[in-house]
């Protein structure tokens, strides 16, 4: 899962940098394809370095806490552990579900009618 992630990432990130060529301002079909594909993949990339964050976090404070003479210091440094680890899982699950493939059918309209009828 973490390979897919720093994949999308990766594509991310050269996109970005592809949108800031001149070539591409110039080709507005490729921007709005590009700008398209960026868009799908932010919701990814924010959770994704969300996650890191915490991941880079919950490492510092599992370093630190060897080290920390003070009880207030490490008494502290365990919430914050706890809490994060407590956040992670809910973390890791919405990247499971933004990962899944996404419905073509998602970003059109629809017009449903409903009438009412004889019967129980």
């Known amino acids: ?5 720093d994949d999308v990432v990766k594509k991310y990130d050269e996109l970005n940098a592809l ?3 001149p070539e591409i301002a110039t080709d507005h079909k490729r921007m709005i394809e590009y700008n398209k594909a960026i868009n799908d993949m ?3 990339v924010i959770k994704y370095k969300e996650y890191k ?12 806490l060897k080290d920390e003479k003070d009880e207030e210091m490490k ?5 914050e552990k ?5 956040k992670m899982p809910t973390i890791e699950e919405d990247l499971k579900l933004l990962l899944l493939p996404k419905d073509p059918n ?3 309209n629809v017009i449903v009618e409903i009438r009412g009828g004889a019967g129980g």
């Open 75 to 79: 008494e502290m440094m365990l919430e």
């Open 53 to 64: 964050g915490y991941q880079d976090e919950l490492e510092f404070i599992k370093e630190n």
């Open 106 to 108: 998602d970003d059109k």
């Open 42 to 44: 932010e919701d990814i």
């Open 1 to 5: 899962m973490f390979k897919k992630l």
């Open 19 to 21: 949108l800031a060529t």
């Open 82 to 86: 706890v809490e994060i680890e407590e």
